[in-house]
């Protein structure tokens, strides 16, 4: 129902800060619960962070709890995650998804990706 792409990765030192931006269109974005998660090579896919799809409620990965933050904007159909003080071990591809707020439903639409390479 609803389509994302994921923008402003890229390359920053440790200690550097990122905003990746969460773009939708096709369905009605205020419907949905947003997660961003990442990918590093050789691991598994993993959760980073959630907003309820009123804003109200969010949760984070303990690894990224006080660097990172989720937000947002129902009126501009957006999400993003704001990272900071940056560390090597967040170097991932990070996705942003979105589900119906019934708490067992999956995660079934998926951007595509935006690279996060933290390095010095």
């Known amino acids: 129902q609803v389509q994302l792409v994921e923008s402003g990765g890229g390359l920053v030192q440790p200690g550097g800060s990122l905003r990746l931006n969460c773009a939708a269109s096709?369905?009605?974005?205020?419907?949905?619960?947003i997660g961003w998660f990442r990918q590093a090579p050789g691991k598994e896919r993993e959760f980073v962070a959630g907003?309820?799809?009123?804003?109200?409620?969010?949760n984070y990965a303990n690894s990224v709890k006080g660097r990172f933050t989720i937000s947002r904007d129902n009126t501009k159909n957006t999400s993003w995650l704001q990272m900071n003080s940056l560390k090597p071990e967040d170097t991932a591809v990070y996705y942003c998804?979105?589900?119906?707020?019934?708490?067992?439903?999956?995660?079934?639409?998926w951007g595509q990706g935006t690279q996060v390479t933290v390095s010095s």
């Open positions: 998804a979105a589900r119906p707020p019934r708490a067992t439903m999956d995660f079934d639409y």
């Open positions: 096709g369905g009605r974005f205020s419907s949905y619960v």
């Open positions: 907003i309820s799809e009123s804003g109200g409620r969010s």
